[in-house]
């Protein structure tokens, strides 16, 4: 069974600060990785995703990839109340299975 | 961004009754679309993988003939409840895929009474 793993939360941060959200999973053969934002009651939407290993920015987001641990992560810098979700990893295009997502709040 | 549009975004019915919801990418051809269900506060449920022109790829624990898929087009799959009961009120979303990844439709959330 492929897994994807995401610590559950929640987590709390102050605003303007760094949140860290962090994802693993159990399929070594996994190509794509994707982070999506979910709002209460609507459906998630696509932040990000990345393929190589390393960095990928866009804006205040910042993707880590390290395919040999397994393990992606989504850092939102300078984090803002609007920034407040549950954070969605998911992986493989072909299958797309999700983490239980992790419940960000930033506290203004 | 690619647009993939559900309906109804809402529906009410009584049980035993079928419930149809529709998904489609407005502005691109999705070979593969995906069905998730969601209960309050838990994570999107992978339900089954819908593939053009063949049968879907249901998980593990879902019925197949409760929650029939049809993925008649490119651009359409659809998603019926049968014989709904209250424990499957829940919100079903669909999603899409394209190379740079599943785009979601609105959801619905569905209300059996």
């Known amino acids: 069974q492929k897994e994807v793993e995401q610590n559950s939360g929640p987590l709390s941060v102050p605003e303007g600060a760094i949140a860290s959200l962090n994802c693993t999973y159990s399929?070594?053969?996994?190509?794509?990785f994707f982070w999506y934002r979910q709002y209460s009651g609507k459906s998630p939407e696509l932040i990000m995703s990345?393929?190589?290993?390393g960095d990928k920015e866009d804006g205040r987001f910042t993707a880590q990839l390290n395919k040999a641990s397994q393990y992606v992560s989504l850092l939102i810098r300078d984090s803002q109340p609007s920034d407040s979700a549950t954070y969605l990893c998911?992986?493989?295009?072909?299958?797309?299975?999700f983490g239980a997502g992790t419940r960000l709040t930033v506290k203004p | 961004g690619a647009v993939v549009s559900q309906h109804p975004s809402r529906v009410i019915c009584k049980s035993g009754t079928s419930v149809k919801i529709e998904c489609r990418s407005l502005?691109?051809?999705?070979?593969?679309m995906f069905w998730y269900r969601q209960f309050p506060k838990q994570s999107l449920m992978l339900m089954a993988t819908?593939?053009?022109?063949?049968?879907?790829?249901?998980e593990q624990g879902v019925e197949k003939d409760k929650f029939l898929i049809n993925h008649a087009s490119l651009t359409l799959s659809t998603l019926t409840v049968t014989s709904a009961h209250p424990e499957d009120s829940s919100f079903y979303i669909c999603?899409?895929?394209?190379?740079?990844?599943?785009?979601f439709g609105q959801g619905t959330r569905l209300t059996v009474v």
């Open positions: 999603s899409a895929s394209r190379d740079r990844g599943a785009f």
């Open positions: 399929d070594r053969g996994s190509q794509s």
């Open positions: 990345i393929y190589s290993n």
């Open positions: 998911a992986v493989n295009i072909d299958d797309m299975r």
């Open positions: 502005d691109f051809q999705a070979t593969t």
């Open positions: 819908s593939n053009e022109g063949s049968k879907a790829t249901y």
